[in-house]
């Protein structure tokens, strides 16, 4: 019997309709425009509007329209996992709100969190369940709304973050395509410089803590950078290394979109031209564990059967990881 691997057999996103410019952000805090473009490459990020609306409302309609271009009927679909930092309640699992939405009825769910490497993370655990052959149909979800722990008047965080995420198919494949490796690190004495201080078990929330502006994300920016720099750059070294790869060989470089310089940093150590890296953070900013099934959706029609595919991610904690892939389909 053929050894069976995990392919992504279809991918979908979807980013909210409203546009929050670096113009805009210069009417609230004191940045600018070349100053926000310069150090991050972000241009605009999109935003969540409306009441009552969490991280599923962003997840929904990628799976739904992920079902449709797969042709899968939501009674097929057996596990969905949702990476998420922004849950739309600690419980239940945002993964449960949207089966239940999708009507997936025969699928379980839950949640999977590790900050921006959560998608890489979920893929990786969601791979396995189809290798082992115990299920066929698998979907990764990665969405943030990120604006939700935003602070608006904190100039180091607001200009960085926007709201969107994706989602991928898993089936088994026996062509020798789908993952092929991967690599997932954590280090939890970096979690001092990327956290939000209050609203888990060890400070819950009261008055207090939201009156210090203690529910949104904290950010020492130059030590993450640092930190990013090397562990995105290190992991993906790694992964081409471990599987005989030189920068000929791989097709794609999917980075998490945290700051262009970290993602140009990676790509050198590669060996990799800019025409290999797929970018989008000009229009999105950072989506935390949506920014990769985003790039994966927008450049869906430029991968090809059997590519070598890099993803690579960094996230607060910290959390860090690289996964080698070769593309299953070619564009429709």
Same mark, same amino acid.
């Given at each position: 019997?053929?050894?069976?691997?995990?392919?992504?057999?279809?991918?979908?996103?979807?980013?909210?309709?409203?546009? *929050?410019?670096?113009?805009?952000?210069?009417?609230?805090?004191?940045?600018?425009?070349?100053?926000?473009?310069?150090?991050?490459?972000?241009?605009?990020?999109?935003?969540?509007?409306? #009441?009552?609306k969490g991280t599923s409302h962003i997840a929904v309609?990628?799976?739904?329209?992920?079902?449709?271009?797969? %042709?899968?009927?939501?009674?097929?679909?057996?596990?969905?996992?949702?990476?998420?930092?922004?849950?739309? @309640?600690?419980?239940?699992?945002?993964?449960?709100?949207?089966?239940?939405?999708?009507?997936?009825?025969?699928?379980?769910?839950? =949640?999977?969190?590790?900050?921006?490497?959560?998608?890489?993370?979920? *893929?990786?655990?969601?791979?396995?369940? !189809? #290798?082992?052959?115990?299920?066929?149909?698998?979907?990764?979800?990665?969405?943030?709304?990120?604006?939700?722990?935003?602070?608006?008047?904190?100039?180091?965080?607001?200009?960085?973050?926007?709201?969107?995420?994706?989602? !991928? +198919?898993?089936?088994?494949?026996? #062509?020798?395509?789908?993952?092929? =490796?991967?690599?997932?690190?954590?280090?939890?004495?970096?979690?001092? $410089?990327?956290?939000? /201080?209050?609203?888990?078990?060890?400070?819950?929330?009261?008055?207090?803590?939201?009156?210090?502006?203690?529910?949104?994300?904290?950010?020492?920016?130059?030590? !993450? $950078?640092? $930190?990013?720099?090397?562990? +995105?750059?290190?992991?993906?070294?790694?992964? +081409?290394?471990?599987?005989? *790869?030189?920068?000929?060989?791989?097709?794609?470089? !999917?980075?998490?979109?945290?700051?262009?310089?970290?993602?140009?940093?990676?790509?050198?150590? @590669?060996? *990799?031209?800019?025409?290999?890296? +797929?970018?989008?953070?000009?229009?999105?900013? %950072?989506?935390?564990?949506?920014?990769?099934?985003?790039?994966?959706?927008?450049?869906?029609?430029?991968? /090809?059967?059997?590519?070598?595919?890099?993803?690579?991610?960094?996230?607060?904690? $910290?959390?860090?990881?690289?996964?080698?892939?070769?593309?299953?389909?070619d564009p429709n």
């Amino acid at each position: 019997m053929s050894k069976i691997t995990a392919a992504i057999t279809g991918v979908s996103g979807y980013v909210p309709e409203y546009v *929050l410019t670096n113009k805009e952000l210069e009417t609230m805090v004191e940045t600018n425009d070349e100053w926000i473009t310069t150090r991050t490459g972000i241009k605009e990020r999109r935003i969540l509007k409306g #009441e009552g609306k969490g991280t599923s409302h962003i997840a929904v309609p990628a799976v739904l329209d992920l079902l449709k271009k797969t %042709n899968t009927k939501p009674e097929e679909v057996d596990l969905l996992i949702c990476a998420t930092t922004t849950p739309d @309640m600690v419980f239940p699992a945002t993964a449960n709100l949207i089966t239940a939405e999708v009507g997936a009825v025969n699928a379980f769910g839950y =949640d999977l969190q590790a900050a921006c490497s959560g998608f890489l993370y979920a *893929l990786a655990t969601g791979s396995k369940f !189809v #290798e082992s052959g115990q299920y066929k149909k698998v979907i990764v979800v990665g969405a943030d709304k990120m604006s939700s722990i935003i602070d608006y008047t904190d100039r180091a965080t607001c200009i960085i973050f926007g709201d969107g995420g994706g989602a !991928v +198919m898993l089936e088994p494949n026996t #062509e020798g395509l789908g993952i092929q =490796d991967s690599i997932l690190k954590s280090d939890g004495t970096g979690a001092q $410089f990327l956290h939000m /201080k209050a609203g888990g078990s060890r400070k819950p929330a009261t008055i207090e803590t939201v009156q210090a502006r203690e529910h949104y994300a904290f950010q020492e920016g130059q030590q !993450v $950078f640092k $930190f990013a720099v090397k562990g +995105m750059a290190d992991v993906s070294a790694e992964i +081409m290394e471990r599987n005989n *790869l030189t920068g000929e060989d791989v097709a794609w470089l !999917v980075p998490h979109q945290a700051n262009k310089r970290i993602i140009e940093a990676t790509a050198n150590r @590669m060996g *990799l031209d800019n025409d290999k890296v +797929m970018l989008n953070i000009h229009k999105y900013g %950072n989506t935390t564990s949506g920014t990769i099934p985003l790039c994966l959706w927008e450049y869906e029609n430029q991968l /090809k059967k059997g590519d070598n595919v890099i993803l690579a991610a960094f996230g607060g904690g $910290f959390t860090w990881g690289s996964i080698y892939l070769k593309w299953a389909y070619d564009p429709n």
